[in-house]
Each structure stands twice: as C-alpha cells, then as structure tokens.
C-alpha cells in the first residue's frame, strides 16, 4: 500500500512539472547569436557519435571546399573595396608562410569578410580559412592574426573539417556533392574541446616556426576574454543605440565562447608548451593593416556624436598611416564639432592638398577659416586657391567671395548674387549663408528663397532660409519652411528652427522641447563656442538663455523630487 502511495506521488508530481514548465514563458531572447547556439550544440553533439568515418581523399575534400567557400570567392574585388582588397592580401601574406609548413599540402586560400560583428575566424574543408573584421579588429600585432591563422590551418590540417562535413552528411542522410548549401555556420560554430586545443597547439607551433612570437597566442586569448566579460556587464544595461550595438558585438562574443574552451585553459597549454619547448621570447610586429580598424573606429566615434574620442582614434590611425583621407575628414569634422576651428581647418587643408579637389571640403575649410578668425580667413583661402591650376569651380568662388565679405569687401559676392547665370543651387546657398554670417539677413534670405525654389526638398537650405527669416522676425514664415519636408535624419535641422523661433515668440515650453530634439540629434548646440562661430549673435544669445533655462528646470525637478 505504501508503494503505491509513494509510486502515485511520484506520478503527481511529474505531471505537475509538466503543467508548469509548459506554462511558463521562456526566457530567452532574440539574438543575432542563435544560429551559432544551435549549431554549436548539435556540433557538440555531433563529435561524441561513435562513428569512425573512411578518409576522404584530398581531391574530393578539395571539392566541396571549393563549393562551400564559391559564393565568397572574389567577393572583396568585386566590391572593389581598397581597404578590403588590402586586408585580403595581407591575410595571404600572413597566412602563405604558415600554410606551407603544415603536414598537409593542399591549395590554402585565405578570405576576409567584413563584418564588423564577425568576431571569429574559421576555415572549410579543402584549405579556405575565413577571419572576420570583428576579430581583425581586436589585434594589436601581426602575431595575433598569425596565431589564428596557424589554428584554422590546423583544423585543416588534422581533417578536423573534413570529419564535420561528413558528420553533417551522416546526420542529414544526404551525399557529399549534396554538402554546398551547408551553412558557414556550421564551421564556424568550433570543435570538441580536444580538436580546439590541438589546432591551438599546432597553430601556434606553426606560428613559431614561420618566426613569429607565442605569445601572439597569449595576447589573443587574453583580448577575448577582457571583451567578454566586459560585453557581459554592458549587455544588462542596453539601451542606447550604441548599447545595443554593444550587445550585437556581446552576442557575438558570446556565442564564439560558448563553441570554443575557456581563455584561461588555452592559455594555461600555450604557456606550458613555450616553457617545454624553450621557445624565446621575440618581439611582435604591428599588424600592417591595423589603420583600417582605427579609422573605422573614429567612424563610428563620430557618429555617435563622442567626438573627442573621435579625434582621438583618427589622430591615431594617422600615426600609424598618415595621409589617410577617411581618417582625416574624421578628425577635421570632429575638430569642427567642437569649434576647434582653427585645427580643423587646417586638417581641412591637408585633406585638400592630398588628391583631386573635393568641393565639399573646401566650403567646410572656408567655414573653419571664417568661424576661426574671419579677418585673416580670406587671405588664407586665396593663398590654398593659388595652388589650383585651371579655372576655379563656381563652389571655390561663392567661398572665396564669401570670406572676403566678412572682412568688409563685398563686391565679389554682390557681383555673383546679382549674375544672370546664376551659380548652381549649392554654390547660391553657400553663398546666402556668408550673407546671412555678415548680417545681411534680407540678402541671405532672398538668395535662399531663390534655392529653396529649385531645391524644394533641400532641407539644408530651407533650414537656413528659415532661420535668415527668424532674424527678419518672421517667425511664422520660419516655422513654414521647415514645416512640409521630412526625414528622420534631418530632424535636428527642422528642431533648431523650431526652437528658435518659438523662443523668441515667448512660447517657452515648446522652445525647450525642440531644442532637446535638436540637441539629440547635434550636442554642438550645447557648446556655445560653435554656436558663436558659426551663427548670427542673437542666436548665441538665444541658445545661452535656452541652455540657462533647461538647467533651471532640471535644477527645480531635482528638488522637487520626494
């Protein structure tokens, strides 16, 4: 009787774990990282069935390589990429003396895709190993990537790849030829914990052999584990756009672990091979490509508005390969930003006298001149025009006379305002703005009026129509203009407007609203600096009561708080 009772309890009690586990919601969120969770795991699986497979051949191993690794092959130059096509062949640099030191002899050719959140590097049967950008990225020395080029060639090396592929033809119950639509991921997803550590013995073996340093390994090893963690404690607080890019990054980071064994284990193995094996200590060399992932950085620094971080990466990727015109524009836009005029203009010029003329960039150093010091801006735009051979385009022009206006010789720019053949559309905006820079606000306004007509969706323009008008006191002709033009990105544009006009028809509230808006989307109006720079003085005088204004009402909400 008692084993009953306890046999039906037993039976109870199971079917309420069932009823509850089927009612409770999971708790696993979307993530870019799941496709490699799945695979992983099935892979792990994979590597404990008890099957010994025959050995391919080579050539047949060679084969499906090729068909997996076809979609890929000359897609860097088809893109037509420099920077890409760079990092390609310095992969094959890298990777050709490493290559030729494994036991096995097959065609090895090495890829680079460019995915930023690509943080891993695998390779397929045959001999094609991949490296992503996101893990390119993380490498300070060529001795890293040597180091993770030397353990993909062993996951050749040892059939480690070969042995997936037909892991996967075995449990698909599908034939070799039929293995090319395979998804990446299923090589990307890692080995068993004993392939891993081999292929990280043996990549480094190979590493030493070709000269470079063990400790190529050790760096690498060390670099994830740091961004992991820190990647995890980032991931709780997402929230932010550049949080959740954060997190796109930590999913990444995240999902290579969970394939592949713990830092402090393949650490532990490289340290104890380097002392049994005697190998000395040699110093690193840079990684030639690094300058591309810096400058790629200062991008993405600038985007998001940390502009002294910003400059900080630009200025240093310039270091390492000066001359670069990306790198450049982001440090003279990020010098711009935070109305250190005079720098940017002169990172302006250098970007100007590196390769052919880019039109936008001599108005941005005809700006930087004129908000730096506009009595001497003149002289030092014509003394960069001087240096141009051939006829000057009508954008250096309504720039060059536009700088000589601010210094009280307007006859240029009232020559070419008054043309019949007229400049084009952006060359006149230009050219209104200096007006608008030197107080004369009717001209200014008829000149934009004149482009908003012919460039009806220019916001750019119509925003500097609009605030010619809010200096005229038409506030609600301002209002208008940037009332019936969308797009998110100019946003900002339209707030400013918004702002300024509805600050100086006393409608506060609404003023402070925009003017959040319009910081959001562009913090220099928080710098009064740029303000000043750049805009008429009772704008400066608008955005500094606005700014007092804000900081009152956040210093009122804070006491009120309970």
């Known amino acids: 009787m008692k084993h009953r009772i306890l046999l039906a309890g037993i039976v109870l009690m199971c079917v309420a774990a069932v009823v509850v586990s089927e009612r409770r919601k999971g708790d696993a969120p979307a993530s870019p990282a ?49 920077d890409v096509i760079a990092v390609e062949l310095y992969l094959e640099q890298v990777g050709r003396p490493l290559a030729s030191r494994a036991h096995r002899k097959l065609p090895y050719v090495f890829h680079y895709l460019s995915d930023s959140n690509l943080i891993n590097a695998f390779a397929l049967p045959g001999g094609h190993v991949f490296v992503g950008a996101g893990l390119l990225s993380l490498m300070e020395t060529e001795d890293e990537l040597a180091a993770v080029i030397g353990h993909e060639i062993e996951h050749v090396d ?7 592929a037909q892991q996967e033809q075995a449990l698909r119950k599908i034939p070799l030829g039929g293995l090319i639509g ?11 914990k004993d ?52 997190r796109v990054a930590a999913q990444a980071i995240e999902g290579y672990f969970r394939s592949h064994p713990l830092s402090s ?15 000395s200590v040699r110093a690193e060399r840079d990684l030639a490509v690094a300058y591309i992932f810096w400058t790629a ?66 108005e941005s150093y005809a700006d930087a001149l004129a908000a730096a010091d506009r009595r001497t801006a003149s002289a030092q735009f014509r003394q960069w025009t001087g240096t141009l051979k051939g006829p000057q385009p009508k954008e250096i022009s309504a720039a060059d006379a536009g700088l000589a206006l601010l210094t009280g010789a307007p006859e240029a720019a009232n020559q070419i305002a008054s043309q019949t053949d007229r400049p084009d559309p952006h060359a006149l905006q230009h050219l209104g703005w200096w007006f608008y820079r030197n107080g004369d606000f009717k001209k200014s306004a008829d000149l934009l009026s004149e482009v908003v007509q012919a460039r009806p969706n220019d916001v750019a323009a119509r925003s500097h129509l609009a605030l010619a008008q809010i200096e005229l006191r038409r506030y609600a002709d301002a209002l ?28 506060r509230d609404a ?50 708080r309970p």
């Open 34 to 82: 799941a496709m490699l969770y799945l695979v992983a795991d099935t892979e792990h699986e994979l590597t404990r069935m008890p099957v010994v497979f025959a050995r391919m051949p080579d050539s047949e191993e060679i084969r499906i390589g090729d068909e997996l690794a076809a979609p890929y092959s000359g897609k860097n130059e088809r893109e037509n990429d420099a």
């Open 158 to 164: 040892h059939y480690h790849c070969a042995e997936r």
């Open 182 to 192: 395979l998804p990446l991921e299923v090589f990307e997803a890692g080995y068993s």
């Open 195 to 246: 392939q891993e550590l081999e292929a990280d013995r043996e990549g480094t073996r190979l590493a030493v052999e070709a000269g470079y340093s063990p400790n190529g390994a050790i760096r690498m090893f060390e670099t994830l584990d740091r961004l992991h963690k820190a990647y995890m404690e980032q991931e709780s607080r997402a929230g932010s756009p550049q949080e959740e890019a954060a």
């Open 265 to 279: 284990e393949r650490i532990a193995q490289i340290q104890k091979i380097i002392a049994s094996e005697g190998w």
């Open 297 to 362: 950085k200062a991008h993405r620094e600038l985007a998001g508005h940390r502009y002294a971080e910003a400059e900080q990466l630009a200025t240093h990727t310039l270091r390492l390969k000066p001359d670069q015109k990306e790198a450049l524009q982001v440090l003279a836009d990020a010098q711009f930003a935070q109305a250190n005029f005079a720098a940017a203009a002169g990172s302006y010029r250098k970007l100007l006298e590196i390769g052919p003329v880019n039109l936008d960039v001599a």
């Open 480 to 507: 208008e203009t940037v009332s019936d033009v969308y797009g998110e990105s100019d946003e900002g544009k339209r707030a400013i407007v918004r702002a300024l006009a509805q600050w100086r028809s006393e409608s």
């Open 511 to 560: 003023a402070l609203i925009d003017f959040n808006l319009a910081l959001n989307a562009q913090p220099e109006w928080a710098n009064l600096n740029w303000v000043k720079g750049l805009y008429a003085p009772a704008v400066v005088q608008n955005v500094e009561e606005i700014l007092a204004e804000r900081e009152l009402r956040r210093a009122k909400a804070r006491v009120a």
